[in-house]
């Protein structure tokens, strides 16, 4: 379920354990070594979707994140609208559920009756000269679709709109290059399959962008440890590093962030792609509904799998006797059970999850 939550590095209890040493050894004095590494690790995370250095900020969540984000925009004017879709994470939606506060405008374009596309051009035409910001997953959270972005980066841009692309649930498992992408903002979490652990979103903001969040914090200015009452923001990405850092998790996430770059996403994403297509074929031989694009070109790191279409709660049955019997999956209402062998995984242990899958839903049709 590294959709959910990745694994644990094997060096995480030691930097946690560094982290405390500096603490009980240096107090105060610690600070030096714990605003570099927070920014050293916020390059580090970076740098896993073809940031420059400098481009990227860690804060705790991509909620805190998006509203900063907000609120660095005008939504007073003519230009108040945002474009997204009902497929984007539910924290996302229930944000500009609530627009209207500020003096904007949803628009929210619907998915594909299937539940598992994303039009993109009908979300391309949803973009005019009314529109502010433009939100979009790069992969899709239920169903792992990787929506191609780029006709919505050239829409946005050719409107004067900033785009904000949502990598949550791709860095780590696909290629992302987010110069060669042309977005303006791409956010994303440590959760999933970076490994790095909660408590570590980021956000990757283009040099040629410039926004000026209402709430900076203190290390969000220019020079934190000045004091200054008066508002000097931080350079670039700076100014969003908010209040104090959570600095145990960014030193948590630092040995997974390093071994990820180490081996590099294409190979990442090769090993991901030859268990996930088994894995999808062998559902289908099943007769299960599999409710993820078929290509692998067109989908991220996981599966999402029904083994009983159409029998209401039957798949979250299935998903908690998958979890008794040692098989880490997770549940989505309306789609299924998601399956995602990372990296670290074998082709083996995603056919076991399958073959136990089968053989519970066996048990319960049975039953």
Not at 6 to 26: F, K
Not at 134 to 143: A, G, I, N, P, W
Not at 251 to 267: C, H, S, T, V
Request: charged content about 20%.
């Amino acid at each position: 379920a590294s959709h959910t939550l990745g694994a644990m590095h094997r060096r995480t209890p030691e930097r946690l354990a560094e982290y405390a040493r500096l603490w009980g050894e240096l107090g105060v004095v610690a600070w030096e070594d714990w605003a570099s590494e927070v920014w050293r690790v916020a390059d580090l995370v970076g740098a896993l979707v073809g940031a420059p250095p400098g481009t990227t900020v860690m804060r705790q969540s991509v909620a805190d994140l998006l509203g900063d984000v907000v609120a660095s925009l005008d939504w007073t004017g003519r230009r108040n609208r945002v474009v997204t879709s009902s497929l984007e994470w539910p924290g996302s939606l229930n944000t500009w559920s609530q627009i209207g506060r500020l003096g904007g405008e949803a628009i929210v374009v619907e998915g594909e009756p299937d539940g598992i596309h994303l039009d993109v051009q009908r979300m391309v035409d949803a973009i005019d000269e009314r529109t502010l910001l433009v939100e979009c997953s790069h992969v899709l959270f239920r169903t792992s679709t990787l929506v191609d972005v780029k006709p919505l980066v050239q829409k946005a841009h050719s409107v004067g709109a900033l785009i904000m692309v949502d990598g949550y649930q791709a860095a780590g498992t696909v290629p992302v290059d987010v110069v060669d992408l042309g977005v303006d903002i791409y956010v994303g979490g440590s959760v999933k399959y970076l490994s790095g652990g909660p408590g570590n979103g980021w956000m990757y903001v283009s040099p040629e962008v410039s926004l000026e969040p209402v709430t900076t914090g203190w290390f969000g200015t220019a020079r934190p440890f000045d004091f200054d009452p008066q508002l000097a923001y931080g350079d670039g990405v700076k100014r969003f590093r908010g209040g104090t850092p959570g600095v145990s998790a960014a030193f948590a996430a630092a040995p997974a962030y390093e071994a990820l770059n180490a081996i590099g996403m294409d190979r990442v994403r090769e090993r991901s792609v030859s268990m996930t297509q088994p894995l999808l074929e062998a559902a289908l031989e099943r007769g299960y509904t599999v409710r993820s694009p078929y290509d692998a070109a067109q989908r991220g790191g996981h599966v999402t799998i029904d083994p009983a279409p159409g029998q209401e709660g039957t798949a979250e049955r299935v998903h908690h006797a998958l979890i008794d019997a040692g098989y880490v999956v997770d549940h989505r209402p309306g789609v299924g059970i998601r399956v995602s062998p990372h990296f670290y995984n074998s082709l083996d242990e995603a056919l076991a999850c399958l073959d136990a899958m089968s053989e519970v839903s066996g048990a319960l049709a049975g039953g």
